[in-house]
């Protein structure tokens, strides 16, 4: 009995130990194609649905509702546009994803980080006037440590549409009207988030915006039809996008409009023809947001199924909240209207950027505070340097600048004399206006009390209102030197 036991043990030790490996995707010595692999043979097609899907989280900011939150998010979602910066809540949002879906497949964070997180630099446009790709380089390497430590591992950046005319309201966000200032800065800017490779620890994934020709705004209008011919795609708008794919950047995203009469979003042959089968790029697109639906409005389609259908199909392979994919793409399978093995390929192109972030190695982030986060010492003398860099003397006559030791009175004119939120400028979204030095502060601390500063306002930012100019008029007369600070509201 004692010789039968023994030989059953021994039988079963094989099997054991097949069942005590960890499964291959979860082995980071594999390759990120085996894993990759690996995983797509084990999900179910409701699983790989969710992971075509991004939500939103933290819309609703009151505290008391962050709990309900996290419990009606489903543990198998691909991304979530993360709208706090609490790594502790992100590691908590990760950690229902590792350990209450079935896989354990973390979420992919994303967020618009444009020009800084909480360190807020010159926004894009301004950036181009530095010529300084490489300071740039610098400048979104630390976005991106900032970035990882609040919890985000994908930008929304850097949009390389190039646009021309100055009505448009997103033109702040991009490098300007030529397309190689835009293929420089753009792939700058991609060096910078990604590092040298995505799984270093503070490297984030970058996002090409807006595939393609949403910057061919005309009169200044936004989501409009543009009237694009294959000489001027080429020549002009794909050459900073074709730049950056061959610079490694990790996804795109598609553009809002119609171009020539086929949407962006629907577009296969920007979306596949070129950025697939001929760039050969890897890692996937996400819609903008809600721009599935907009198919719609846009005449393409007839309701959300046929929107869902028609990108998915033309090489959209990430739904951003209008959540067409989650009601409809099971049902397009299950009607033989999509394979399988499209699914499959939408899928796997997201894993591999999840894979090669390392967020199946380590899904969760450090948990320090935002004094250890924020607002560190060379990263406010980086941005500093790069605002230096960015501004354009256009004239100095009778070489007034600098500024003599004669001059003993300087009058500061203009609504952004002493505005704080404006000077973060556009799409600083956790920019903290309390962290902004006013130029009235900036003048006071370079002359101290050898130069007397008289402020006027003068103005606001918008409407029709004179009162302030006779005040204004008088405090410039007054003075030595006149500095007027005007601009927009951010």
Known sequence: MRKL?????????????????????KDAGQPVETRV???????????????????TFGENDNPNNIGTEVKNLPAEIGSLIYLHTDPKLRNRIQRKAMEESRLGIPILFGFDVIHGLRTVYPISLAQACSFNPDLVTQACGMAAKESVLSGIDWTFSPMIDVARDPRWGRISECYGEDPYLNTVFGVASVKGYQGEKLSDPYSIAACLKHYVGYGVSEGGRDYRYTDISPQALWETYLPPYEACVKAGAATLMSSFNDISGVPATSNHYILTEILKNKWQHDGF??????????????????????????????????????????????????EEKIEISQIDDAVARILRVKFRLGLFDEPYTKELTEQERYLQKEDIALAARLA????????????????????KRVALIGPMVKDRSDLLGAWAFKGQAEDVETIYEGMQKEFGDKVRLDYEQGCSLDGND???????????????????CLGESK
Not at 292 to 298: A, K, N, P, S, W
């Open 388 to 407: 230096e860099e960015s501004m354009m003397l256009l004239k100095n006559e009778k070489n007034l600048l600098p500024l003599s030791s004669t001059v």
């Open 285 to 334: 697109v996400v819609s903008d947001w809600n721009a599935i639906e907009q198919l719609i409005y846009q005449g393409v389609a007839k309701d959300r199924k046929e929107a869902a259908y028609k990108a998915f199909h033309a090489g959209v392979e990430m739904d951003m909240r209008d959540n067409v994919y989650y009601e409809y793409l099971e049902q397009l399978v299950a």
């Open 37 to 55: 692999k690996d995983l797509l043979n084990r999900m179910t097609l409701h699983e790989k649905v969710l992971q075509l899907n991004q939500y």
């Open 466 to 484: 004179e009162s302030g100019f006779s005040a204004a008029l008088k405090t410039a007369e007054a003075s030595d030197v006149v500095v007027v």
């Open 5 to 25: 036991l023994f030989l059953f043990v021994s039988a079963l030790l094989p099997w054991l130990s097949v069942r005590s490996q960890k499964p291959v995707y």
